[in-house]
């Protein structure tokens, strides 16, 4: 027996409900993308995938150190990959299972751009 997805009026939420919703569906996309092999973690990590020319996307925690912020955002503009500054690092690591990093890079085209719409969706 097939359950019926109940469907979800996002005009409806408030701003902090439309939020968690949003998180959550980012959650399951970067579990799913570090479980496919399609996510690197770490600093080091996510500038040398760049280099190679494998990142789609950087994802970076707000709270990450700024030195380790600016030094990721200037790969990524040097390799010229699409990257977004968003959340937590805790909550990342914990969606991901990547505990203690701050960097994430996602290698998957398809995983990158829903990443992307999710993040995107999530300030509306």
Do not use: W
């Not at 996307?57 to 990450?64: F, G, S």
């Not at 030094?71 to 969606?95: C, P, T």
Request: charge should be positive.
């Amino acid at each position: 027996m097939k359950k019926n997805k109940q469907e979800i009026d996002l005009n409806a939420l408030s701003p902090e409900q439309r939020k968690q919703y949003y998180d959550k569906k980012l959650a399951s996309y970067m579990g799913f993308a570090a479980k496919a092999g399609k996510l690197a973690a770490g600093t080091n990590t996510c500038i040398f995938t760049m280099a190679r020319g494998k990142a789609r996307l950087l994802i970076v925690a707000e709270d990450l150190a700024e030195n380790g912020k600016e030094k990721v955002l200037f790969s990524a503009k040097q390799n010229e990959v699409e990257y977004r500054v968003y959340g937590k690092a805790e909550d990342l690591g914990h969606y991901t299972g990547k505990y203690g990093a701050g960097v994430f890079c996602i290698t998957d085209e398809n995983f990158a751009e829903v990443i992307v719409n999710t993040i995107d969706n999530t300030s509306k």
